[in-house]
């Protein structure tokens, strides 16, 4: 059973807030990821991480960052929202190698007015 | 950088017809995976492939990987409502293991 949380499911703020999406697994997967996506449109990877107090920026030039303190846990910030970053925001994991899938979590709705 | 293109965007067939979604890459893959999502949901693994020219089924559905490793094909029997959702491949260029790269998906809608 697929063990990634994110939080909150939905989100609405205003231009300049400061947001932290927060993302956890309880599967001890090493290795996790942020995805971008809009509605019916492609996953596209913004940050990722192997492992703790290593992340790496993905494809998708972005105005947040990530942090990896603890195996388990990967939060996404955005220090200034704007409506340009209204989109999906998707979490996932994977085990180590590279036979496994990813797992994602149910995903952050965020909309900025 | 690294492309993965899939085609068609969208697809709508009626009950019982076959459907195949197509995943090109730019770049030789070292594995490539399919996932699909519901609408509102999140994407769910379906399955990875990894050999050159491997095929794989599960149930009425049938995976293909190109023997370059550069392609590959989900083709789906005698469609089912329930296979409403959009179908997205993903590819990563090599064992060094960069993140995957998604297609653009295809969309998939199925009338009774």
């Known amino acids: 059973e697929a063990d990634i949380y994110q939080t909150p499911r939905y989100l609405v703020i205003g231009t300049g807030k400061k947001i932290t999406l927060e993302c956890s697994q309880t599967?001890?997967?090493?290795?996790m990821y942020w995805y971008q996506q809009d509605p019916g449109m492609e996953l596209h990877l913004i940050h990722y991480?192997?492992?703790?107090?290593?992340?790496e920026k993905g494809d998708l030039s972005s105005e947040s960052t990530v942090s990896r303190i603890r195996t388990e846990h990967f939060p996404l910030t955005l220090e200034s929202a704007r409506p340009s970053h209204t989109s999906q925001y998707l979490c996932?994991?994977?085990?180590?190698?590279?036979?496994?899938?990813?797992?994602f979590g149910s995903g952050t709705r965020l909309t900025v007015v | 950088g690294q492309q993965v293109m899939q085609i068609p965007q969208y697809q709508h067939v009626q009950e019982g017809e076959d459907f195949t979604t197509y995943c090109n890459s730019s770049?030789?893959?070292?594995?490539i995976q399919w996932y699909k999502q519901r609408p509102g949901g999140h994407p769910v693994f379906l399955i990875q492939?990894?050999?050159?020219?491997e095929v794989k089924k599960q149930k009425r559905l049938t995976f293909q990987f190109g023997e370059a490793k550069k392609n590959s094909s989900l083709h789906i029997t005698a469609t089912q409502t329930t296979d409403v959702g959009t179908y997205f491949c993903?590819?990563?260029?090599?064992?060094?293991?960069?993140?995957?790269?998604f297609g653009k998906g295809t969309t998939l809608s199925v009338s009774s």
């Open positions: 996932a994991s994977s085990e180590p190698g590279l036979s496994r899938g990813y797992t």
């Open positions: 599967m001890g997967h090493d290795k």
């Open positions: 991480s192997y492992g703790v107090n290593s992340t």
């Open positions: 770049t030789t893959l070292s594995n």
């Open positions: 492939l990894v050999k050159s020219g």
């Open positions: 993903a590819g990563r260029v090599n064992q060094a293991g960069t993140a995957l790269i």
